[in-house]
Structure formats: structure tokens, C-alpha cells
């Protein structure tokens, strides 16, 4: 069975200052890993994905990720956050022999950036 | 950019009640999907669905639920006799091709209430 984690419920952290929010997983075979954000009243957008290749990821609005396979990480980062980055961001994986393409979320991380 | 799309965008129902909730995917992806997610809860995986049949579904996804492509663009949840623990956020999502490292795009969702 796969899962995901995500030990943090809440990062608060200034503007300006880098950000990390922490995702660790277990999935059998190698992982797909993908990181979504929600805003209030909306659904999941998608930020990045890493499937293989460079362990570091870019995404969208400055965003990055950084695959660490021995410690089954992948943590989305950004060196200067913003206030508008305030919201509720979800890990995910899926398992590359899963036939189905499910993913499975992590329980999400609510980002607080304060002026 | 095309977006997945989903109605209505909150329904309420008394229990035992049958409700479909309807998506309308992008139009040229090939697998679709639903999730939902319980308030305060992390987003779950409820079924997949690919060449006109169900590819993967979870424990959540029993006979009160079912699935369909009536056409060439909608695809509906259907839960038969709701029931009270039905209550939370149905997303729906699609992605393109066949790979499974293919980013999945949620809509809106829809806020499904049984009283």
C-alpha cells in the first residue's frame, strides 16, 4: 500500500523568508510524486511533479521540490515567499506499477505567509 | 487553458436520496477519475476509469456508487442511497495518455451535504 505524510499541519513563515513544507512517502517500486495547492473554495491546482531524472524539481509560481530518495522525501520549497502563497498544499504519490493511476494524497499542510 | 469543470458546485440531499454529480473533463484526456474529500480530512481516492470501464476503484467505492460516460464529454458519480457520512467535497479529475506520471486536473468540486 502506498502512503504519504505530511508532518507538519501548518508552516507559518514571513514574507520574504524561504519556505519548505515537508512530505515523506512509501510506495512500492519507484514513486511519482506530485504536489498540489487549494485555495479557499477551490479545487487542487497543480505545482510540480518528479517522475525521474534531476532529483530537484521546478514548478509553477516559483516553487520547487526536492526528491531525496534515501530518506523517501519530497519537500516543496521556495526561497521568498509570498503573502499570496497563504493556502493548503497536498503531497501525493503513486506507485509506477499501479495500474489504476491512483494517488494518494497526504493530509495537507496549511501555509500561512505573514506580512 | 482548458479546465475540468463540475455540477452543480454544492447539492444537498436527504438520505437515502440518489444524487449524480456531473464533470465534464478536458476534452482530449483519457483517464478520469473521482476523489472526495471529508471537511478536515485528506483528499481520498475514490475510482478510476479508462476506455469506458472502471480501472482501479477503492474500498470506499461500493455498490452505492457507480460511474459513467453517458457521452462524449460528461462523466457522473452516481451514489444511489446516500447516506449521512456521505457529506464531504466530490472532485473530479482527469489526465491525458497513457502514463501514469501524467499530472491529474481536479475541478472545483462538488460540496455534497446529507441531512
Known amino acids: 500500500a502506498q502512503s504519504v505524510a505530511q508532518p507538519e499541519d501548518q508552516v507559518n513563515v514571513a514574507e520574504g523568508n524561504p519556505l519548505t513544507v515537508k512530505c515523506t512517502y512509501s510506495?512500492?517500486?519507484?514513486?511519482?510524486l506530485f504536489w498540489y495547492v487549494q485555495y479557499p473554495n477551490r479545487g487542487l491546482q497543480f505545482l510540480l511533479k518528479?517522475?525521474?531524472?534531476?532529483?530537484l524539481v521546478k514548478g509553477s509560481y516559483g516553487f520547487e521540490a526536492e526528491f531525496n530518495k534515501s530518506q523517501t522525501s519530497f519537500h516543496l520549497k521556495k526561497p521568498s515567499a509570498l503573502v499570496s502563497d497563504s493556502a493548503l498544499y497536498f503531497c501525493?504519490?503513486?506507485?509506477?506499477?499501479?495500474?489504476?493511476?491512483?494517488?494518494?494524497f497526504g493530509g495537507g499542510t496549511r501555509l500561512m505567509v505573514k506580512p | 487553458e482548458p479546465e475540468v469543470t463540475q455540477t452543480p458546485s454544492h447539492q444537498v440531499t436527504q438520505m437515502g436520496q440518489e444524487v449524480i454529480l456531473r464533470c465534464v473533463p478536458i476534452?482530449?484526456?483519457?483517464?478520469f477519475y473521482w476523489y472526495r474529500q471529508i471537511l478536515g480530512q485528506k483528499v481520498e481516492f475514490l475510482v478510476s476509469?479508462?476506455?469506458?470501464?472502471?480501472?482501479?476503484k477503492s474500498e470506499i467505492f461500493d455498490d452505492q456508487f457507480s460511474v459513467e460516460r453517458p457521452d462524449g464529454s460528461n462523466f457522473t458519480l452516481k451514489i444511489r442511497s446516500t447516506k449521512l457520512e456521505d457529506s464531504a467535497m466530490y472532485f473530479c479529475?482527469?489526465?491525458?495518455?497513457?502514463?501514469?506520471?501524467?499530472?491529474?486536473?481536479f475541478g472545483p468540486g462538488t460540496r455534497l451535504t446529507v441531512l
Open positions: 479529475a482527469s489526465s491525458g495518455g497513457l502514463a501514469g506520471y501524467n499530472e491529474q486536473f
Open positions: 510506495v512500492s517500486g519507484n514513486p511519482y
Open positions: 518528479y517522475i525521474t531524472g534531476d532529483n
Open positions: 501525493a504519490v503513486r506507485g509506477n506499477n499501479n495500474a489504476g493511476n491512483m494517488l494518494t
Open positions: 476534452s482530449n484526456h483519457l483517464y
Open positions: 476509469f479508462y476506455n469506458n470501464e472502471i480501472s482501479e
